[in-house]
C-alpha cells in the first residue's frame, strides 16, 4: 500500500514568516495530494489539495507544488499568523480510490 | 450544515466495558469513514462505507470492534469488550461521492479513555 512520509515532525517559525512542510509517497499511481490542517480539539479540516496533472496550486497564503518524478509535495505557507498554528497533515490516493495514506503530521506553531 | 456531528465527545470506561460512538453525517453525503487517531499510528482507516453499504473493514483492528450505518443519516462504532490499548480520538467523516478524491469533512472526534 502507499507510505507517506512527512517532515518536519514539529516546525517553530517567527509571526510573519514563511513555513514548508515537506511529504514523499511510494506509490508512483498516485494522483491526488491533500492537506489538512487540524486545530486543538477539532478534527482535520481540508485546506488545499492537488492533483497529479498540475505541478502547482496556491490559495491566498498557502501553496503546494508537486513532483511526481521524485514523489514528493509540499505546503508552503507565507506570511504566518497565530492562527496558523496547528497539526498539518499530507495525504496521498489514487484517483477514484477511497483510501487516504495520511503522514505522521506537523505541529507548527507561530511564534508572536 | 452542522457539519458532521459526533457523541459522545469524550468516553472514560473501564476495561470489558461496551463502547459505542455515533456519527451523523452530512445529508446528502454518501460516503462515512470512521478513523483512529493515536500518536504512534497516526490517522488509521477503520472502516468506509457507501451508500450505508461497508465496503473495507479491513482497517478495524480486531474482532472486538464492529460498525454499522442502518441509514443515510446514522452510523455507530462499537468496541466490546475495551481494552486499555483501545484508548485513542475516533473520528466520523463523510463525503459526496464514492471515494475519498474529494473533500472529507471530519466530526469533531470521540475521545475514548479506557482505563
Known amino acids: 500500500g502507499e507510505n507517506v512520509e512527512q517532515h518536519p515532525s514539529t516546525l517553530s517559525v517567527q509571526e510573519g514568516d514563511s513555513a514548508v512542510i515537506k511529504c514523499t509517497y511510494s506509490?508512483?499511481?498516485?494522483?491526488?495530494f491533500p492537506w489538512y490542517k487540524q486545530e486543538l480539539g477539532k478534527g482535520p479540516q481540508l485546506i488545499i489539495d492537488i492533483r497529479s496533472n498540475v505541478g502547482e496550486k496556491k490559495d491566498q497564503r498557502i501553496a503546494v507544488t508537486l513532483n511526481k518524478t521524485a514523489k514528493h509535495f509540499s505546503l508552503h505557507i507565507t506570511e504566518t499568523q497565530p492562527e496558523d498554528s496547528a497539526v498539518y497533515f499530507c495525504?496521498?490516493?489514487?484517483?477514484?480510490?477511497?483510501?487516504?495514506?495520511f503522514g505522521a503530521g506537523t505541529t507548527v506553531t507561530v511564534r508572536a | 450544515d452542522a457539519g458532521v456531528i459526533q457523541s459522545p465527545r469524550h468516553e472514560v470506561t473501564e476495561m470489558g466495558q461496551e463502547v459505542t460512538l455515533r456519527c451523523k453525517p452530512i445529508s446528502g453525503h454518501n460516503s462515512l469513514f470512521w478513523y483512529r487517531q493515536t500518536m504512534m499510528r497516526g490517522l488509521e482507516l477503520l472502516i468506509y462505507?457507501?451508500?450505508?453499504?461497508?465496503?473495507?473493514d479491513s482497517g478495524m483492528p480486531e474482532d472486538r470492534f464492529s460498525a454499522k450505518m442502518p441509514n443515510a443519516s446514522f452510523s455507530t462504532l462499537k468496541i466490546q469488550p475495551s481494552e486499555p490499548r483501545d484508548s485513542a480520538v475516533y473520528f466520523c467523516?463523510?463525503?459526496?461521492?464514492?471515494?475519498?478524491?474529494?473533500?472529507?469533512?471530519f466530526g469533531e472526534g470521540s475521545r475514548l479513555t479506557v482505563l
Open positions: 506509490d508512483s499511481a498516485s494522483n491526488y
Open positions: 495525504a496521498a490516493s489514487m484517483r477514484d480510490d477511497y483510501k487516504l495514506s
Open positions: 467523516a463523510s463525503s459526496l461521492g464514492q471515494g475519498s478524491t474529494g473533500e472529507l469533512f
Open positions: 462505507f457507501n451508500n450505508n453499504v461497508p465496503i473495507d
